[in-house]
């Protein structure tokens, strides 16, 4: 098979022609890999590399929706017995996982061939995927610019044709964000839909889940079908559909009130590209049939939430590597110096301001919950500013020097005080406002790849809706990827296992 043959499938695509004998998984994985081959020296997008686990499964049966298509992990949270989860972490890059994620296992129930782990930053911890220990994804469009994050690593091995659909996780946006910089489908489920198992229960309270970032909304429908669902070492039972979310696409999603917003308090001035992109979905929406209304304000103040998320962040992040130092023995030195100061900045809050701050999620719920009642979803940009150019959201040298001051003296807590939270709201959130709505108020959101700059740098489109609302963003979905078709556009990285893009 040609590279040019395998990108015009989907995975449901390529498992339909596996299923046919068309195609062998091995020939499959044989054009993933020298794909994988001729564009990862220029993405970094797959940091860890699984070919000969891979080879060995191609050789056993398969079955299931996705049989035989190859698949890339993240290498945050995405457990692969007998092969280290780094988390972009470097104490824990040789620390091989004891047993399969439960997300893992269902992919492999799903006839899925695992053969590599995707770039993230340090624990997720950032918007941009940049860490110390395998240094910076890149964006397949523009090399220069970020393929976002956490999930940056996955977004970039997609866009760039490797896979055509790779495993991801949101605990801030990071699945919508980076698909939204690489021009992709980005579905986060809502809370609890998806276990987190088995060594966990929940992540950051619930606002943390695994998904997928896709090429197609249908992939991300039946990666949804494969996922969801409880597990004995969870905490909930999440009420479930009577029917499949692959069945939702394609299906009218009936006329729908739709409030649009672009506006932020964290940044008051988003990018035309930005408003552009929302302005032009707008257009499509009501072409289609739907009831459109512009805000002018946001329906909660979201600075106010990101307050709130930054805490809940720096809390958990600092409960992080107190426990990778218990299970490693490592020390605070052998993290990046970034974490390091996020870390200390949870450990400067007691245990009732950080409890809340958890509380507050049910002020933030209530008031999207009052929105909902006139409406059926939310509509804003995914991104309000370009995806940023590598290294761009680099720590200053000064504020990383006088941090380095503060940790050795054990007085780092006086950074709460410094100015240096509302500072990283400003650089790290100012561009990515819109995203972290969804995860503290645990309702699906999803972005779409429904513009472009003139250049061609992608930027999406962010739905949120009503909990239980994944069947309704897939209809909707559906119906935009026939109005506005994106899959035919390819970035400009190069082609391996021969013949043209």
């Known amino acids: 098979m040609r590279i ?33 081959d001729a564009v990862n020296p220029q993405l970094n997008a797959i940091v860890h590399r699984m070919d000969a686990r891979a080879r060995e499964r191609v050789t056993e049966p398969l079955d299931g929706p996705f049989v035989g298509v190859p698949f890339l992990i993240k290498d945050l949270g995405q457990d692969y017995r007998g092969v280290p989860t780094s988390g972009g972490s470097r104490p824990l890059s ?28 340090e624990f997720g911890a950032k918007g941009i995927t940049e860490p110390d220990l395998f240094g910076p994804a890149r964006n397949p469009w523009a090399t220069s610019r970020t393929p976002g994050g956490s999930s940056g690593g996955s977004a970039a091995a997609v866009a760039a044709g490797v896979v055509p659909v790779a495993g991801a996780s949101d605990g801030g946006g990071s699945i919508r964000i980076p698909a939204a910089c690489c021009g992709l489908v980005g579905l986060k489920p809502g809370r609890g839909l998806v276990p987190m198992g088995p060594s966990l229960g929940e992540a950051m309270h619930g606002a943390a889940t695994h998904g997928v970032i896709s090429r197609s909304v249908r992939d991300s429908a039946a990666m949804l079908d494969v996922l969801a669902g409880g597990e ?17 696409v394609g299906r009218d999603p009936g006329r729908l009130r739709i409030g649009v917003c672009t506006a932020s308090s964290i940044n008051s001035d988003p990018h035309p590209e930005a408003s552009a992109s929302v302005e032009a979905a707008a257009r499509t929406l009501s072409d289609l049939g739907h009831d459109i209304e512009m805000f002018a304000e946001q329906p909660i103040d979201d600075l106010a939430l990101a307050r709130d998320f930054l ?45 809340d701050t958890v509380m507050r999620r049910h002020e933030h719920v209530r008031r999207l919950s009052a929105f909902f009642e006139g409406y059926d979803l939310l509509v804003t940009p995914t991104l309000a500013d370009l995806p940023p150019r590598i290294g761009a959201l680099d720590t200053p040298r000064l504020a990383h020097r006088a941090a380095k001051g503060l940790l050795r003296t054990r007085t780092a807590g006086l950074l709460r005080h410094s100015g240096l939270v509302e500072s990283m ?77």
């Open 4 to 36: 040019d043959e395998y990108r015009r499938h989907d995975a449901l695509g390529l498992a339909a022609l596996v299923r046919s004998g068309e195609v062998t998984a091995s020939e499959l994985l044989a054009v993933a890999v020298q794909q994988a």
């Open 311 to 355: 805490t809940t962040w720096f809390v958990v992040l600092a409960w992080q590597v107190d426990d990778v130092k218990r299970r490693t023995g490592c020390r605070d030195e052998d993290f990046e110096l970034d974490t390091q100061i996020m870390a200390a900045l949870g450990r400067a809050h007691s245990s009732v301001e950080y409890v």
């Open 425 to 501: 709201i400003n650089n790290n959130l100012s561009w990515i406002p819109y995203t972290q709505l969804a995860n503290l108020t645990g309702r699906p959101a999803l972005s779409l790849p429904l513009h472009r700059t003139a250049e061609g740098v992608p930027m999406g489109v962010q739905f949120i809706s009503q909990l239980g609302g994944e069947a309704m963003l897939l209809r909707l979905a559906g119906q935009l990827e026939q109005a506005v078709p994106w899959d035919h556009q390819r970035p400009p990285v190069p082609a391996g296992a021969g013949g043209p893009r």
């Open 232 to 248: 004995p070492s969870g905490p909930y039972v999440p009420g479930m559909p009577t029917e499949d979310f692959l069945s939702q």
């Open 94 to 121: 040789h620390v091989p996982a004891v047993e399969h994620s439960t997300v893992v296992q269902r992919w492999l129930d799903a006839g899925l061939v695992i053969f590599g782990k995707t770039n993230t930053p």
